[in-house]
């Protein structure tokens, strides 16, 4: 079938400490993955993203990872903070159907002090 | 940029009546995408538009509910009559092309039906 869907629900780390959310997707012809983080009350804010045409990207403290074999899309936050205490979603863009944007189901990341 | 407007942030109403919830687009895209959210079914996309026409309407619920874009700088979702299932959070976003590019969200509508 068709989908996106997070590995855990949710996750809890220690301040400092690196995360890693999982996320795996099942669409080959899917060209463009997208991180968002959701706090509380807030709408989806975007993270990061990445083309099928790389297998890493990094940005101020996350590194998205694609690897196109598993169909499988990770995020790393590094030195994670309270502040990246949210729900994590990873969306995959299918360019086959008109360029929808399909969400995972979240992963919950608590960060402990 | 003042991003994408939500309005209202919150609404209560009683089943059987109309809603109207509205979104303002970040200026130059040329996609609106209106999305549900609740706890069993996550992110939902509802429908989405290109230069103000519907292309896909295909998550929309029924026929309760129909969404409009008169023009480039804004849209309605409107349920009517509303009921307790359509309680959820609905969110509005706006991209410049739909095909590899990020959908910027609003904060969204909080509507409960009572």
């Known amino acids: 079938g068709e989908s996106v869907g997070l590995h855990l629900p949710t996750l809890s780390v220690q301040e400092g400490d690196n995360s890693i959310i999982n996320c795996a997707y099942s669409?080959?012809?899917?060209?463009?993955f997208i991180w968002y983080k959701q706090e509380s009350g807030k709408g989806p804010q975007f993270i990061i993203d990445?083309?099928?045409?790389?297998d890493k990207r990094q940005g101020q403290r996350v590194t998205v990872l694609l690897n196109k074999t598993v169909k499988h899309l990770s995020l790393q936050i590094a030195a994670t903070q309270p502040g990246d205490s949210a729900v994590y979603f990873c969306?995959?863009?299918?360019?086959?159907?008109?360029?929808?944007?399909?969400f995972g189901q979240g992963t919950e990341l608590s960060v402990k002090p | 940029d003042a991003g994408v407007i939500q309005s209202p942030r919150h609404e209560v109403t009683e089943m059987g009546q109309e809603v109207t919830l509205r979104c303002k687009p970040i200026?130059?895209?040329?996609?609106l995408f209106w999305y549900r959210q609740t706890m069993m079914r996550g992110l939902e996309l509802l429908i989405y538009?290109?230069?103000?026409?519907?292309?896909?309407d295909s998550g929309m619920p029924e026929d309760r509910f129909s969404a409009k874009m008169p023009n480039a700088s804004f849209s309605t979702l409107k349920i009517q009559p509303s009921e307790p299932r359509d309680s959820a959070v609905y969110f509005c976003?706006?991209?410049?092309?739909?095909?590899?590019?990020?959908?910027?969200f609003g904060p969204g509508t909080r509507l409960l039906v009572l």
């Open positions: 976003a706006s991209t410049r092309d739909a095909m590899g590019e990020t959908q910027y």
């Open positions: 669409n080959s012809a899917s060209d463009y």
């Open positions: 990445i083309r099928s045409n790389m």
């Open positions: 969306a995959e863009n299918r360019a086959n159907q008109g360029g929808k944007l399909i």
């Open positions: 200026s130059g895209h040329d996609y």
């Open positions: 538009f290109n230069n103000n026409v519907p292309i896909d």
